[in-house]
């Protein structure tokens, strides 16, 4: 079992789904990622708040396997982002970012924190990443995230950055503009073209598309009676798909289809409820349950 190195946002987000509204909650991009992380392996955090966020916000890292040493505290407020969406969930607004402490964030790696193993860069700017990745040491694998803002506005560092990562994990829409491809079987050997071994595509509802050397795995998303706040699901199946790969003996073929599975689990639960609230109540036993579940979803015989 290896532990995680992550860097990204933790914020105070506000969203307004159909099915009701929260405002200034802890989430963030790092957060989702390490408590999703937490149920497979151990993760070390590295962040940004300011000085709003107290002991009560720090209680979601609270008895999980989460290192928070790297996790600076300044002078400001933290991180707050707004998205609104849409009747069916699959499109959101995003109604302000306002980076506040983020603005000025360089990430510094604690010396315990050098050696990491696994490192899965969350969506902050590539320079950051790039900066990131110079101060580990030779991790053994690579995880990133990006999003629009960066692919539009960085592209030559964003491609510095898939020039060093093992994996990327991004959404459809996002890989159709960083490939310049709508079709998305194509989209994804060209951004394998640009660096990563593996590309993999969260589609949402609709479930994750991987590449593999002789063709694709795909799963579908788990159909849910319950669904509230798509918030942090990409950032939550990173968490069980990077943090899965983590806990296993060796990285093959198999686990990393069985990892695809743990981060569909773990995204399954996240959208259940509004911010981490599923997230802070889930138990191993019904992660262990739900893996089950997508296995009788996708299973059938052979002709
Ligand atoms: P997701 O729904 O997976 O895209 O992730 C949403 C999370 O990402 C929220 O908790 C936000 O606080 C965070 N987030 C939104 N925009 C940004 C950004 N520009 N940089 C870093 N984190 C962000």
Same mark, same amino acid.
């Given at each position: 079992m290896r532990p995680i190195l992550t860097v990204g946002s933790v914020a105070f987000d506000s969203v307004k789904t159909p099915f009701g509204e929260v405002s200034r909650v802890v989430a963030g991009a790092a957060t989702y990622f390490s408590i999703a992380a937490s149920f497979f392996t151990d993760v070390r955090l590295v962040g940004v708040v300011g000085d709003d966020f107290v002991d009560e916000h720090l209680a979601v890292f !609270?008895?999980?396997?989460?290192?928070?040493?790297?996790l600076q505290r300044v002078a400001g407020e933290t991180f707050r982002w707004r998205g609104e969406y849409n009747f069916d969930l699959n499109t959101r607004e995003?109604?302000?970012?306002?980076?506040?402490?983020?603005?000025?964030f360089r990430p510094q790696i604690p010396d315990s924190f050098r050696s990491s193993p696994f490192v899965f860069l969350a969506n902050i700017h590539p320079a950051l990443q790039l900066d990131v990745l110079d101060q580990v040491? !030779?991790?053994e694998f690579v995880a990133l995230d990006t999003m629009n803002y960066w692919i539009e506005g960085t592209p030559y560092e964003l491609r510095r950055v898939l020039a060093r990562v093992h994996v990327l994990v991004i959404n459809d829409a996002e890989a159709r503009e960083l490939s310049g491809e709508a079709n998305l079987v194509k989209a994804a050997r060209l951004i394998q073209a640009m660096g990563p071994e593996r590309v993999v595509i969260k589609r949402g509802e609709y479930g994750v598309l991987m590449t593999r050397d002789d063709g694709f795995f795909a799963v579908p998303g788990l159909p849910l009676e319950d669904v509230y706040d798509p918030t942090g699901a990409g950032d939550t199946f990173a968490g069980g798909f990077v943090g899965y790969l983590a806990a296993a003996p060796a990285i093959t073929d198999d686990v990393v289809t069985q990892a695809i599975i743990a981060g569909s689990t773990m995204a399954s639960f996240a959208v259940?409820?509004?911010?981490?609230d599923r997230l802070m109540a889930l138990t191993e036993p019904q992660v262990k349950e739900r893996f089950r579940e997508f296995k009788r979803l996708t299973h059938f015989e052979a002709l």
């Open positions: !609270a008895g999980r396997r989460i290192d928070l040493d790297g995003t109604i302000y970012t306002h980076l506040n402490v983020f603005e000025d040491e !030779a991790p259940e409820d509004f911010g981490l």
